[in-house]
Nanobody, 123 residues
Framework: QWQLVESGGGLVQPGGSLRLSCSASGFTLDDYAIGWVRQAPGKEREGVSCISSSGGSTNAADSVKGRFTISRDNAKNTVYLQMNSLNPEDTAIYYC????????????????WGQGTQVTVSS
């Protein structure tokens, strides 16, 4: 069974850091672009960052640029989202998804999604 699993979320104080992981089982991630998407309470889902299948191209939304870094380790079948300088506006459920490519920081042709991991930024 193909499955994506996010991990690494939690409660962090403003200014803190978290690293999210997106791991696959049943298939390899290196055939896919991977995107991170978040959904805050009462808001629509929004793209956060996207990385090409090779890892050679990455993009991030303006709201997280300079604070969030997406990377991948295809040998470990895992994609990461390093989040620094977190603020309360970053509070959301974070999802990863596979896709056919990246249109800027937005994943295109999304197929498989994880169940999400909660990130809460609060003092």
């Amino acid at each position: 069974q193909w499955q994506l699993v996010e991990s690494g979320g939690g409660l962090v104080q403003p200014g803190g850091s978290l690293r999210l992981s997106c791991s696959a089982s049943g298939f390899t991630l290196d055939d896919y672009a991977i995107g991170w998407v978040r959904q805050a309470p009462g808001k629509e889902r929004e793209g956060v960052s996207c990385i090409s299948s090779s890892g050679g191209s990455t993009n991030a939304a303006d709201s997280v640029k300079g604070r969030f870094t997406i990377s991948r380790d295809n040998a470990k079948n895992t994609v990461y989202l390093q989040m620094n300088s977190l603020n309360p506006e970053d509070t959301a459920i974070y999802y990863c998804a596979t896709g056919s490519g990246c249109s800027g920081y937005v994943l295109s042709g999304s197929t498989y999604w994880g169940q999400g991991t909660q990130v809460t930024v609060s003092s």
